[in-house]
T-cell receptor, first 117, second 115 residues
Framework: ETGVTQTPRHLVMGMTNKKSLKCEQHLGHNAMYWYKQSAKKPLELMFVYSLEERVENNSVPSRFSPECPNSSHLFLHLHTLQPEDSALYLC????????????????FGSGTRLTVV | RKEVEQDPGPFNVPEGATVAFNCTYS??????FFWYRQDCRKEPKLLMSVYSSGNEDGRFTAQLNRASQYISLLIRDSKLSDSATYLCVVNPGGGYGGATNKLIFGTGTLLAVQP
């Protein structure tokens, strides 16, 4: 496998369910991210992991819980979600450049389209 | 003021037309800039990076104006396959990326190329 893979592609869950989204990157990158994309809104950064350490949490509700067991894997654990959490959840990875190095941006996974009923 | 601002469009243009998108950013310390393309119900994909001297790739030209804090994307000889949402993306961290390479995305500009 190459690039960034996300599973599942689609998920429908009830408000009392617990589920997890999985992301795996095969690019040797040192940073991974979760973004949320809702209709008519820009991508919203949720979490940033750098070298497996969570370095940013953008005031995301505690019903979203990230986990990064190693530099290639990222999970987003979901529990007691609300209907307004229905969105496309995108995982991305990048090689954060050092001083003077070129920035090649992100590679995204294909996303998980989540519907909360 | 939004960190990254774009005209949402839609831009409806005939095949063969030249179309230009502009984007403004609020953080004057930003150093890295990108244009991403997102097709309907798909993930964003990097179209091109934008650096101080600008960037050209075939029919696509991206330019950066630091004094006015805006970035532009020019598409010449539009094709039907260019129809997509174009996202302006900025790293506001200063320097080349910073430790986390956090990127801020605009809402995107929708382009529809008509036959």
């Amino acid at each position: 496998e190459t690039g960034v893979t996300q599973t599942p592609r689609h998920l429908v869950m009830g408000m009392t369910n617990k589920k997890s989204l999985k992301c795996e990157q095969h690019l040797g990158h040192n940073a991974m991210y979760w973004y949320k994309q809702s209709a008519k809104k820009p991508l919203e950064l949720m979490f940033v992991y750098s070298l497996e350490e969570r370095v940013e949490n953008n005031s995301v509700p505690s019903r979203f819980s990230p986990e990064c067991p190693n530099s290639s894997h990222l999970f987003l654990h979901l529990h007691t979600l609300q209907p307004e959490d229905s969105a496309l959840y995108l995982c991305a990875s990048s090689q954060a450049p050092g001083q003077g190095e070129k920035n090649y941006g992100y590679t995204f996974g294909s996303g998980t389209r989540l519907t909360v009923v | 003021r939004k960190e990254v601002e774009q005209d949402p469009g839609p831009f409806n243009v005939p095949e063969g037309a030249t179309v230009a998108f502009n984007c403004t950013y609020s953080n004057s310390a930003s150093q890295s800039f990108f244009w991403y393309r997102q097709d309907c119900r798909k993930e964003p994909k990097l179209l091109m990076s934008v650096y101080s001297s600008g960037n050209e790739d075939g029919r696509f030209t991206a330019q950066l104006n630091r004094a006015s804090q805006y970035i532009s994307l020019l598409i010449r000889d539009s094709k039907l396959s260019d129809s997509a949402t174009y996202l302006c993306v900025v790293n506001p961290g200063g320097g080349y990326g910073g430790a986390t390479n956090k990127l801020i995305f605009g809402t995107g500009t929708l382009l529809a190329v008509q036959p």
